[in-house]
């Protein structure tokens, strides 16, 4: 049986799943991004808790990241478009079905990264921060 940070993790990926970029966990970048974009969701670093007694609660704010990378002629666009498609589909469920507290991306930082002959890529890292509560630091 899965862990409730590996249940978040997942259902926040399962969400990302459905933008019409392809969605990764945990992969090396791909030789080709594929047309529509490509993103992929790293499981980042849960960090310290914040814990309460009585009863014993440990309350996390897991930084886990949203690798996004466009490539081609219309890349700004495509990267502006993705972005807002992120935005939107975490903004539509804070929750994420109730699993978190609260869900919130925050700003990227685009760079664009020179290709030896190809196109020039976009790409980012959009830190997510997921807030929930464990009764138990390896649950």
């Not at 690798?67 to 469920?93: K, P, Y």
């Not at 991306?105 to 980012?124: C, T, Y």
Request: charged share 20%.
């Amino acid at each position: 049986m899965p862990t409730r940070r590996e249940t978040i993790l997942a259902a926040l990926h399962a969400r990302l799943s459905a933008l019409p970029a392809v969605v990764l966990r945990g992969d090396v970048l791909p030789e080709r991004v594929p047309a529509a974009g490509l993103l992929i969701l790293r499981d980042g670093e849960p960090g310290e808790p914040e814990v309460t007694l009585s009863p014993l609660r440990y309350h996390y704010q897991h930084r886990a990241e949203i690798e996004v990378v466009v490539q081609g002629s219309a890349r700004d666009a495509a990267f502006d478009t993705l972005c807002a498609s992120i935005g939107a589909t975490i903004a539509a469920d804070r929750t994420l079905g109730g699993l978190c507290d609260w869900v919130e991306a925050e700003a990227p930082r685009p760079v664009d990264l020179a290709v030896d002959g190809a196109a020039s890529l976009k790409a980012s890292v959009i830190p997510v921060v997921l807030h929930y509560t464990l009764i138990d630091p390896l649950g």
